[in-house]
């Protein structure tokens, strides 16, 4: 009975974490996933960080930048 009542909790607590993940609730980076990360210390963060990035464990950017941000580097002049 408490066998199963752990894995309950734990199972939830799994999927509502994948979830806040992968939708990006920035509450959950805030107040969870950020000082758990602080825990590891700088490069072991960084390579945690690498290797969500990688396995797509983290949301794609979906920020457009402003057209205001637009700049022409290379023109091509004829």
């Not at 993940?21 to 969870?32: H, I, M, Q």
């Not at 402003?66 to 002049?77: E, H, Q």
Request: proline residues 5%; glycine residues 8%.
């Amino acid at each position: 009975m408490v066998k199963s009542a752990i894995q309950v909790i734990v199972g939830g607590h799994l999927v509502a974490a994948g979830i806040a993940t992968y939708t990006g609730n920035d509450s959950w980076y805030g107040n969870v996933v950020m000082p758990v990360a602080r825990l590891f210390g700088v490069e072991a963060s960084h390579w945690l960080a690498i290797k969500a990035a990688k396995y797509r464990l983290v949301p794609m950017n979906k920020y457009k930048d402003p057209p205001s941000l637009v700049s022409l580097l290379f023109v091509c002049l004829d």
